[in-house]
């Protein structure tokens, strides 16, 4: 009886398979087919991607490669440098500039006591952002020196650190702001840059750029539309410039107007004007110089 058993369920099962693999069989043909058509014939959407891929422009690739030795440049520009404390005269303070390609430092009360620019002082200013390679000089910006003014005041910092000034154009005459005097790349002792930087892109018209990687700060005055960025490229390569704050740069030249460059009138706790000018004494009268002479012959007699 067992034998029987088994020779049934074989004979079950051959039939099974035998009725049931011609259709799985053409299953796996059609299956195969299909493929095969796919692999020969790309889709519309394949074709689409591989458009797309074309018109895409490549990146430039940004080198942010600084040496150790322009690191530890960096570092030195930050520390803050011994010397005196700014001095007030009739409630401006002086300006201490710091050139590091010429290696020479000035100290000059930039506004005169009626709050006006000092000549003599903008053209020592002038000399000191002079192109470090022809020498050469050009008047600088005088909103440039009291935008400059403003910022070291709301800092309250010792010392502007000069990277770069006037550029001699030579037969590029309309290089950048630099070559007609009114750019500089600057850095502060003791701030950071993005503070330097936040600050200055608040006067309005003015171009602000931020190089994190070459350890300054760019800044311009402009008629147009102010205009900020940042470039992490490093010293000596490719620049890798990129629009940022777009609409606060409109925002803030809405906001501006001349009269907030001017600078303001430092008075202490007490409301007196700081390094205030003190004024002649009244000189005295003929009857009170002809007493004290009386006085000190009397005196001489007795």
């Known amino acids: ?149 403003k910022l070291v005041s709301r800092v309250k910092a010792r010392q502007v650190t000069l990277i770069s000034g006037f550029r001699d154009p030579g037969d590029n005459p309309n290089e950048s702001h630099h070559s007609n005097g009114s750019a500089i790349d600057f850095m502060i002792p003791g701030v950071r840059l993005p503070r330097v930087a936040k600050l200055a892109r608040r006067y309005g018209h003015v171009g602000i750029g931020y190089y994190p990687s070459s350890g300054f700060v760019h800044m311009d005055v402009r008629d147009k539309v102010s205009f900020f960025w940042a470039d992490r490229s490093g010293p000596g390569k490719g620049s890798c410039l990129r629009q940022i704050m777009r609409k606060a740069g409109y925002k803030f030249d809405r906001k501006w107007h001349p009269k907030y460059d001017e600078p303001v009138v430092k008075r202490n706790r007490k409301g007196k004007i700081c390094g205030a000018l003190k004024e002649p004494l009244p000189p005295k009268s003929a009857s009170k110089l002809e007493g004290s002479a009386k006085n000190i012959a009397s005196s001489k007699a007795s």
């Open 1 to 149: 009886m067992l034998k029987l058993k088994h020779l049934l369920r074989l004979f079950l099962i051959l039939t099974f398979f035998t009725a049931a693999y011609p259709s799985f069989a053409q299953n796996i043909e059609e299956d195969t087919s299909t493929q095969k058509s796919s692999l020969n014939a790309p889709s519309k959407r394949k074709k689409n991607k591989v458009v797309k891929k074309k018109r895409r422009r490549r990146r430039r690739r940004c080198s942010s490669y600084t040496s150790f030795r322009y690191k530890r440049m960096k570092r030195r520009w930050q520390k803050i440098p011994k010397i005196p404390a700014p001095k007030w005269r009739a409630g401006y303070r002086d300006l201490t500039i710091y050139s590091v390609n010429l290696g020479e430092r000035i100290r000059v009360f930039p506004f005169l006591p009626n709050g006006t620019l000092d000549p003599v002082a903008l053209e020592e200013i002038s000399n000191i952002m002079r192109d470090k390679n022809t020498h050469t000089t050009t008047p600088v910006h005088p909103r440039l020196v009291k935008l400059l003014y």
